[in-house]
């Protein structure tokens, strides 16, 4: 009998799962994986593959065995977004899906504020992290201690805070929002307060870019995303003039003069979605660089031009990781229940506004707003 084999009997499986340099691209393996290649052959060359079977042979078969799912956030690398992944997306659709899965494990392939959402939403659940480190900037950038203070300096005004930050950021807020949703909890939470003031934090580019969308005066925060921020307009010029015929997509976690260059704008599931819908014949992703391979192997018909810029946060995050993590059941992502309950009614009150179906886009064709920063 397989001693992975997920029905083999506790005294049948003595023998503990090897060090991941010891596992090998055998018969067996090349069986259980020929097919997943076939999804990412596009992005992965032959050569890579059998380092990379190996891995996701072991790490499917344990999913099995820990009764585990994994999330894979768009910026994955495709070894891990299409061959480990089993919910895929942005974070927020991470965390509300694995809410409703049965498994009692769940891998957040992506960083850590994702695993503490995830650890919000499914409290009863065992929440892995591949690798403690996976920070990220945008969230780094505000802690609870700046809300509460913005709390007090501002007590008229509600606080929208995006969902790319802490538990404890979240916990000290009145309502998440999503960079699909933002615009929607902005306009929703301003009726609600019956005030045209919103303060949106952390994500400075992301309030100006939905100041530009709404007659809501928006207060910000000066915190950024490491990756989006670095774009500017000269590279969406010098990409226009060395490939006329593509679509340039752009994500509003980019300064507005970038979106403004772009010929669309949009949330990961937006510019994915737009890709999916148009299919131009070249596509160029002004995002982190691997959603435009993650897309690629959805759309095979259209030819990605990649203006590579990593997350160093979401790298990572790698099969080998993600096989220890299951392999020992490490690192547990734990949130205090009080911030955790406080982090819940946020994010539920996003939640309870209108579905808006379809990922929508941003307008970038209206004229860019000045928005003030909080002052604490």
Not at 101 to 121: C, D, N, P, R, Y
Not at 192 to 213: F, H, R
Not at 218 to 224: A, F, Q, Y
Request: a negative charge; aromatic letters at 6%.
């Amino acid at each position: 009998m397989d001693r992975h084999d997920p029905t083999t009997r506790p005294e049948e499986a003595a023998v503990p799962w090897p060090d991941a340099g010891a596992l090998v691209y055998d018969a067996g393996v090349k069986a259980r994986t020929d097919h997943l290649y076939e999804k990412v052959k596009s992005v992965v060359t032959p050569m890579e593959w059998p380092l990379h079977a190996p891995l996701i042979d072991a790490i499917n078969r344990l999913k099995a065995e820990r009764g585990a799912v994994i999330l894979a956030h768009n910026y994955m690398t495709a070894d891990i977004f299409h061959t480990v992944g089993d919910i895929m997306g942005d974070s927020l659709k991470l965390a509300q899906e694995a809410a409703r899965t049965e498994a009692s494990v769940i891998v957040q392939a992506g960083v850590h504020f994702m695993a503490e959402t995830a650890k919000i939403l499914s409290p009863e659940k065992t929440v892995l992290i591949p690798d403690e480190r996976a920070g990220c900037s945008l969230a780094a950038s505000i802690n609870g201690a700046n809300v509460r203070a913005i709390r007090e300096a501002y007590p008229d005004y509600p606080i929208v805070t995006y969902v790319n930050t802490s538990a404890e950021v979240k916990a000290y807020s009145d309502i998440c929002c999503t960079s699909s949703n933002a615009v929607q909890v902005v306009e929703a939470v301003a009726a609600e307060w019956n005030t045209d003031t919103v303060i949106l934090i952390p994500d400075e580019y992301l309030a100006k870019n939905v100041a530009s969308q709404t007659g809501i005066r928006i207060l910000t925060w000066k915190g950024s995303c490491e990756v989006h921020e670095q774009f500017t307009v000269e590279d969406i010029e010098a990409l226009r003039a060395a490939h006329p015929e593509a679509m340039i997509i752009t994500h509003p976690e980019c300064p507005p003069d970038v979106l403004k260059a772009a010929d669309f704008a949009g949330s990961t599931g937006a510019m994915a979605a737009y890709v999916k819908d148009h299919q131009p014949q070249t596509a160029i992703l002004i995002t982190e660089c691997s959603m435009s391979d993650n897309v690629a192997v959805e759309n095979p018909g259209v030819n990605f031009v990649k203006p590579c810029n990593l997350c160093p946060h979401m790298k990572r995050i790698t099969l080998k990781g993600i096989y220890e993590a299951l392999r020992d059941m490490k690192h547990e992502v734990h949130v205090d229940p009080v911030i955790a309950a406080r982090a819940k009614a946020s994010v539920d009150a996003m939640l309870a506004l209108p579905s808006l179906g379809k990922p929508p886009a941003f307008d970038t064709s209206k004229p860019a707003v000045a928005i003030p920063y909080v002052r604490v």
